[in-house]
């Protein structure tokens, strides 16, 4: 029989409900070296934007750089913005107890939500990527926050892209789950509402902010009110 994780001993199931998790209706994924030369001042600059259109939750989402650049991305973003800001990093739940952030979000291939768990403890916001409604199901039941499900559609963030699954895709995986649910993959100011509609909590974006960080972030907030 496998030692149970200490940091969730006590709880009676994986698919207990946890502490309630208000996801807010955008999930903005700052990529750095999608943002101008990549310097350090123009990122934190980007995001203090986002904050000024009026989003609460950040993920950092730097696949290309090491261990010590997200280190040092993630914590001037922490210094920078405001305490009140949720900040997520992406595929590393050591960081994310490193720099102090508030989460981690793992994807199909990091390591597992429980050892993910494991790591950032009981009170840290956990979120995974899933690809289809049986993905978001099997996720639902582990020691999880959200999840994430996609590509919703065609998008060119992403290398490598796992099969389109469309707003049905979202019904789907809605039906599925009771976790809060970001949708993410072409998610734009033209299609959003239809997301949110079909089921999904939250969106997730990344290109579609690039532009006017602070102008888009508002735009999307008003139209998913």
């Given at each position: 029989?496998?030692?149970?994780?200490?940091?969730?001993?006590?709880?009676?199931?994986?698919?207990?409900?946890?502490?309630?998790?208000?996801l807010p209706p955008l999930y903005p994924i700052l990529v750095p070296s999608r943002i101008g030369s990549g310097g350090l001042?123009?990122?934190?600059?980007?995001?203090?934007?986002?904050?000024?259109?009026?989003?609460?939750?950040?993920?950092?989402?730097?696949?290309?750089?090491?261990?010590?650049?997200?280190?040092?991305?993630?914590?001037?973003?922490?210094?920078?913005l405001p305490?009140?800001?949720?900040?997520?990093?992406?595929?590393?739940?050591?960081?994310?107890?490193?720099?102090q952030a508030d989460g981690v979000h793992v994807g199909e291939d990091?390591?597992?939500?429980?050892?993910?768990?494991?790591i950032v403890g009981p009170n840290r916001i956990l979120g995974v990527s899933t690809h289809n409604p049986e993905q978001t199901e099997k996720a639902s039941q582990s020691f999880v926050d959200y999840v994430?499900?996609?590509?919703?559609?065609n998008t060119t963030s992403k290398n490598n892209l796992d099969p389109v699954i469309g707003l049905e895709g979202v019904r789907r995986a809605?039906?599925?789950?009771?976790?809060?649910?970001?949708?993410?993959?072409?998610?734009?100011?033209?299609?959003?509402?239809s997301v949110i509609r079909s089921g999904a909590d939250s969106v997730a974006v990344i290109s579609e902010l690039l532009g006017d960080p602070r102008k888009t972030t508002a735009d999307f907030l008003l139209k998913m009110r």
């Open positions: 029989m496998s030692p149970e994780l200490p940091a969730l001993k006590g709880r009676p199931s994986p698919s207990a409900p946890r502490n309630p998790f208000f001042a123009e990122i934190c600059g980007f995001a203090r934007e986002l904050v000024a259109g009026g989003t609460t939750l950040i993920q950092l989402g730097e696949k290309q750089a090491s261990a010590k650049e997200i280190l040092r991305l993630a914590r001037e973003l922490r210094r920078v305490a009140e800001i949720k900040l997520i990093v992406n595929d590393r739940a050591d960081l994310a107890v490193a720099v990091d390591i597992p939500p429980e050892a993910a768990r494991q994430a499900i996609g590509p919703v559609f809605r039906a599925r789950t009771q976790r809060p649910l970001v949708a993410i993959g072409g998610i734009t100011l033209q299609n959003c509402q």
